[in-house]
């Protein structure tokens, strides 16, 4: 079973910085993607960025220049690095990864529990 685990999110002023990250362990035999998403109250979840295993990027236009995603393959981790935060951005984030089963070979994709930021004075 594979499992997304994510940590660093909190609460912050306007215009400051989290660094939130997503662990993922389990039966896996190669990442295809590994993206983060959020969801407002009373909104939909939507795609923040994204990673390909080819090495693209993509990330929301509300967040472009504010956002950095990156992973570290040999951890199977991923980060998001979130600065000039704005009220705006509070919402629970998740990370979302698509993979190849170790075990079938399977296309599978799994959630990680999600982590609270919230951008307030």
């Known amino acids: 079973q594979v499992q997304l685990v994510e940590s660093g999110g909190g609460l912050v002023q306007p215009g400051g910085s989290l660094s939130l990250s997503c662990a993922a362990s389990g039966s896996i035999a190669r990442i295809v993607v590994m993206a983060w998403y959020r969801q407002a109250p009373g909104e939909q979840r939507e795609l923040v960025a994204s990673f390909t295993s080819s090495g693209s990027t993509n990330y929301a236009d509300s967040v472009k220049g504010r956002f950095t995603i990156s992973r570290d393959n040999a951890k199977n981790t991923m980060y998001l690095q979130m600065n000039t935060l704005k009220p705006e951005d509070t919402a629970v984030y998740y990370c979302?990864?698509?993979?190849?089963?170790?075990?079938?070979?399977?296309?599978?994709?799994?959630w990680g529990q999600g982590t609270q930021v919230t951008v307030s004075s």
């Open positions: 979302q990864m698509t993979y190849r089963s170790s075990g079938t070979g399977a296309l599978q994709g799994t």
